[in-house]
């Protein structure tokens, strides 16, 4: 029986080129790990954790980590990328339902993945896992639209998909997490890498962009071949990109007990 009981966003269409997505900055994760004052030993739980962006990171600051995550093909991804560290265990749930015990955590992290859950759910469900002093993390990359390359490439989309929208990937949390009456004020960590890539590689990676694959429909294959071509002719074999990751580190409060 499947403990899924929550709809959840089924990656497996992008599965096979997301582990190609960028890493997070790791001057990010060093600073919001400070935040939250977490040790060596410690455990956590990462949800969503797909292709283990953020799980494996974590792991390499010692903690222990419970990764969660729905889509069967991104968990196999997920697995076989994690297989060399003896503190990972994997199991199948979604943010709203993690399946995973009570008070057992000190931190709840979501890479890339709080955009998408029930939102208030996902920080009840957080709560529930968490020990008292306990923190939830969010956090995602976003591309720098300064850059003129990543400029052109957003006119490109906007001209083939009027009225694209990166919904909640992009939007401050700060919002719902205070709403929610069950965490402090977020702290806000930014931090911009530049990656040097492959061409090729990136490109391909963007055919695992489920924000755009899905408002794109049938045009998704024209889009990437537009990005592909505007690669080559402006950046050549190798590829300049600044993306900008972006955290929030909030603790439970005190008071959460009651709202839980
Ligand atoms: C964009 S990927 C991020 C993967 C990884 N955490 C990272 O940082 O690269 C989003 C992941 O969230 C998962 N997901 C979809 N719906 C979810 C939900 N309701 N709760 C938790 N995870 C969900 C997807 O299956 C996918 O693996």
């Known amino acids: 029986m499947t403990q899924v009981e ?11 080129t997301y582990e190609q997505r960028p890493d997070y900055a790791p001057r990010a994760i060093e600073a919001a790990l400070r935040v939250t004052g977490v040790r060596p030993g410690d455990p ?6 797909g292709s283990a962006h953020l799980a494996i990171p974590l792991l390499e600051h010692g903690l222990r980590v419970d990764a969660v995550e729905p889509t069967a093909a991104m968990r196999e991804i997920g697995q076989r990328r994690t297989a060399g560290y003896p503190t990972v265990s994997w199991s199948e749930g979604v943010g709203e339902r993690t399946g995973r015990p009570d008070h057992a955590y000190e931190l709840v992290t979501f890479g890339s993945s709080f955009d998408r859950t029930d939102q208030p759910a996902a920080l009840r469900e957080t709560a529930r896992l968490l020990r008292p002093g306990g923190h939830f993390l969010c956090c995602w990359n976003h591309r ?3 850059d003129p390359l990543q400029a052109a490439i957003q006119d490109l989309i906007a001209s083939k998909v009027p ?12 919002r719902v997490i205070v709403d929610s009456g069950l965490f402090t ?17 990136w490109c391909a990676a963007w055919s695992s962009h489920m924000t755009l694959g899905d408002q794109a429909g049938e045009q ?5 071949d537009g990005i592909s071509a505007l690669v080559r002719e402006r950046a050549g074999d190798r590829i300049r990109v600044p993306y900008t990751t972006r955290m929030w580190v909030a603790k439970l409060r005190e008071d ?4 839980r």
Request: with cysteine; aromatic share 14%.
């Open 256 to 259: 959460a007990g009651d709202a």
């Open 163 to 174: 009225g694209f929208r990166y919904g909640l990937r992009r939007d401050d949390p700060t």
């Open 144 to 146: 720098d639209f300064d």
């Open 220 to 224: 998704f294959e024209e889009v990437l």
């Open 185 to 201: 004020e977020p702290v806000h960590i930014a931090s911009t890498v530049v990656h040097e890539l492959d061409s090729a590689a």
């Open 6 to 16: 929550y709809e959840y966003a089924d990656f497996t269409a992008y599965a096979s």
């Open 44 to 49: 956590a739980c990462d949800v969503g954790s």
